[in-house]
Every structure is written in C-alpha cells, then in structure tokens.
T-cell receptor, first 114, second 110 residues
Framework: GEDVEQSLFLSVREGDSSVINCTYT??????LYWYKQEPGAGLQLLTY?????DMKQDQRLTVLLNKKDKHLSLRIADTQTGDSAIYFC??????????????FGQGTTLQVKP | DVKVTQSSRYLVKRTGEKVFLECVQD?????MFWYRQDPGLGLRLIYF???????EKGDIPEGYSVSREKKERFSLILESASTNQTSMYLC?????????FGPGTRLTVL
C-alpha cells in the first residue's frame, strides 16, 4: 500500500533555516500536504502542493516537490521558537473521489534552540 | 472559521468499558474522519464517513465502530476498551481539498 516516510527529529538554532523532508511511494498522488501540530493541539494545515507543481512559496515557507524521486520538502526560513512543533507530511490520491483519504508520515519533531 | 470540536480533551477508562468519543463540525461537511496518533507512527485512519449513515473502514478498524446519524456528528465507539487503545484520537472533517482537525482526545485505558 501507499507509504509516507519522514525522519523523526530535527534540531535547529533560532534564525537558521529548517528543512523537513518526506518521501512517498504512491505515484498517483494528487495533492501533498504539510500539517503542523503544536503541543496539546490538533493539526493545522500549513500548505499544500498539487502534484503538477515543483515549488510553492508562502511567506517563510517553501515547498519543493521532486515527483521523479517522490520527494517533498518543507523549508522554513528564519526559524523561530514558535515554529517548534511536530510537522506531518501527507498525501492523497483520492481527491477526485468522495473520500479524501490522507496518508500521513510519522511526523518530524522540530526543536528550535534559542 | 471552521470549527471541529471533540467532546473531551482527556479521558481515563477501565479495560472492558464501552467508550464513546464524539466529534461535531459546524460547516455542513460531508466527509468526516477518525484517526489515532501514536509516537513514531503518525496518524492512522480508523474509520471515515462520506455521508449520513455511510461509513467505511480505514486502515486500523479492529476494535472500533462508528456512528453517523446526523451530518454534523461523527462518533467513535470502543466496544470493549483495551490497554492497547490508549492513544490520542483526532477527528477531522473535509471540504474540497482540506481537512480540518479537532483538538484531539487523549484516551488512557487502565
């Protein structure tokens, strides 16, 4: 079945850039998502990219998609302590059907040191 | 703003009890989902529903059932709670290409 993989932990210093990586196996993925989960909270959608795009930028966030290698990354510029959270990569290939099922990675815990 | 609420933030139950987790969304969304979240495993889909009284199994439905009697409410039921069902449970509803999540219920089964 489909699989999404992420490394579990990343530590950076405040002001540096963070790059969180994700690989997936489903070649029919249509949308790929990045969600953020702060401590004690649910998931919040940060950004998403359609599979026919290579890059999407939104303020400090840059998403890069390498469809050939099935690799997705999230770059956070000028990382702040408030960016400390768990980041989940997710994909769906059911967007055209009525289900909208998402397949999630394990989540990457981002630790930002002052 | 879309709001997805879950009936409890923290719940402690005993092995063998029947447990109900409630989820309500206020945006008339058709699709609703129940996930469980465990460290190192990410989110795994338990059940989802795409309409009232319609339900489909996700990846890990064993030990769970669901109920969707009204469009805004999707309930997850643990018929006989076991310790391996101790977890964080997240509900979501979907419109178009975005899923909106509730705050989660942390369930501990003793």
């Amino acid at each position: 079945g489909e699989d999404v993989e992420q490394s579990l932990f990343l530590s950076v210093r405040e002001g540096d850039s963070s790059v969180i990586n994700c690989t997936y196996t489903d070649s029919s993925s249509t949308y790929l998502y990045w969600y953020k989960q702060e401590p004690g909270a649910g998931l919040q959608l940060l950004t998403y990219i359609f599979s026919n795009m290579d890059m999407k930028q939104d303020q400090r966030l840059t998403v890069l998609l390498n469809k050939k290698d099935k690799h997705l990354s999230l770059r956070i510029a000028d990382t702040q302590t408030g960016d400390s959270a768990i980041y989940f990569c997710a994909e769906t290939s059911d967007i055209s059907s009525n289900t909208g099922k998402l397949i999630f990675g394990q989540g990457t815990t981002l630790q930002v040191k002052p | 703003d879309v709001k997805v609420t879950q009936s409890s933030r923290y719940l402690v139950k005993r092995t063998g009890e029947k447990v109900f987790l409630e989820c309500v969304q206020d945006m008339d969304h058709e699709n609703m989902f129940w996930y469980r979240q465990d460290p190192g495993l990410g989110l795994r889909l338990i059940y989802f529903s795409y309409d009232v009284k319609m339900k489909e199994k996700g990846d890990i439905p064993e030990g769970y059932s669901v109920s969707r009697e009204k469009k805004e409410r999707f309930s997850l039921i643990l018929e006989s709670a076991s310790t391996n069902q101790t977890s964080m449970y997240l509900c979501a509803s979907r419109v178009s290409d975005e899923q909106f999540f509730g705050p989660g219920t942390r369930l501990t089964v003793l």
